[in-house]
């Protein structure tokens, strides 16, 4: 197993595989040892450890806890958050539905079940936020 974190969006011949967000390719698998290849090749990945995931999650926190209050978003941005938002989860529905239909590992379907479980509450929220932003 290998984990890349990507430094563009990249559609693949395993999916859309997204910016900024880490992956881990099990490089035993030709298909996905030829597309990890590529985006390494191409410099759309870079090699990550977790190590330096948890490295980079600290930092995160640490500017979080800095940081002053959110601002508050006007009727018009809120309605343009959840558009983005309610769109991101089903993309990444899209995706995952992709994913599961090859799957046979128990526990990796089990994983992507709860993943997509977490994107149909972004969308509900997503939903709630325009309705009310809406109403």
Known sequence: MQ??????????????LASGVVYDFDLENSA???VYERLIDKKFAEKTSEAALKKAKAKAE?????????????????????????????????DLAANLKGEEDPKKIEA????????????????????????
Do not use: C, W, Y
């Open 112 to 135: 992507l079940k709860k993943i997509e479980a977490d994107l149909v509450a972004v969308q509900a929220t997503a939903k709630a936020v325009f309705d009310a932003a809406t109403a």
């Open 62 to 94: 640490k500017i979080a806890k800095t940081k002053s209050a959110p601002v508050a978003l006007s009727p018009l941005e809120k309605i343009g958050q959840a558009v983005l938002d309610g769109h991101a989860a089903q993309v990444a529905l899209d």
């Open 32 to 34: 996905q040892n030829k």
């Open 3 to 16: 984990l890349i974190k990507m430094l563009r969006t990249q559609t693949t011949a395993l999916g859309v």
